[in-house]
């Protein structure tokens, strides 16, 4: 398994676990139980958010130059 593949594989384990978290939020819970979801659930999405920003480091910007272009089109 390459690093790409086990990278991919830990962003689907942490969605899981948000879809389940979620899940178990809708059900009744004692407010120490909900708490505690809330804060797995949290964890487990600013985790996904860094792991999918390190996998994926792609940031698009128009150049400025492209910009100044189109308005000078219109």
């Known amino acids: 398994m390459t690093i790409i593949d ?4 830990l962003l689907r384990a942490y969605r899981n676990n948000i879809t389940r978290y979620r ?4 059900t009744e819970l004692t407010e120490y139980e909900r708490q505690f979801i809330e804060r797995r659930m949290s964890e487990e999405w600013t985790a996904m958010e860094k792991l999918a ?3 994926f480091p ?9 910009i100044a272009n ?3 089109r219109s």
Request: no cysteine.
């Open 53 to 55: 920003a390190s996998t």
């Open 6 to 9: 086990e990278k991919l594989a």
């Open 23 to 26: 899940r178990l939020l809708k």
């Open 58 to 66: 792609l940031a698009f910007k128009i150049p400025a130059k492209s």
């Open 70 to 72: 189109a308005h000078m």
